[in-house]
């Protein structure tokens, strides 16, 4: 039977912060016979159009086996290769291209074939929140 392959985020979404981490997790499901850890695979693409089904994970970069894809962020995978951490986050700043944001997919195969799913990731700057307010009283005479 086809492994079904789940994204465990709302939406197929996750928003990361700069230069922290996040993490990206999918189960398979109803796979017989089940897959082995050797035939899941990751993909990435940069900056992906959101909301286009009909990308496949064959069209993006295979990073399963990288741990530095970038000279910043740190990949590492879960022992069953189900689940992602992207360490210190890549948000692309002005002409700097180099980002985490982008579509990232989970492929499995099991003798009865391929499936994938994906999760999109969004990067948003490290904003300080401020706890501090100035008030300033008009007086009119």
């Given at each position: 039977m086809l492994p079904e392959v789940v994204p465990l985020s709302t939406n197929r979404r996750e928003v990361a912060v700069a230069k922290k981490n996040v993490t990206l997790v999918f189960t398979i499901m109803?796979?017989?016979?089940?897959?082995?850890t050797s035939d899941i695979r990751w993909y990435y693409a940069a900056n992906s159009p959101v909301g286009r089904p009909d990308f496949t994970a064959a069209e993006f970069e295979d990073i399963t086996d990288l741990m530095n894809r970038t000279s910043v962020s740190t990949l590492t995978y879960s022992t069953d290769r189900l689940s992602l951490t992207v360490d210190n986050i890549?948000?692309?700043?002005?002409?700097?291209?180099?980002?985490?944001?982008?579509?990232?997919?989970?492929?499995?195969t099991n003798p009865a074939g391929e499936n994938s799913d994906y999760i999109d990731v969004f990067v948003k700057g490290n904003q300080r929140i401020s706890t501090s307010f100035?008030?300033?009283?008009?007086?009119?005479?």
């Open positions: 109803n796979a017989i016979p089940s897959v082995k890549v948000q692309a700043i002005g002409d700097v291209t180099e980002t985490d944001q982008g579509r990232y997919f989970l492929s499995a100035t008030f300033q009283n008009t007086y009119t005479y």
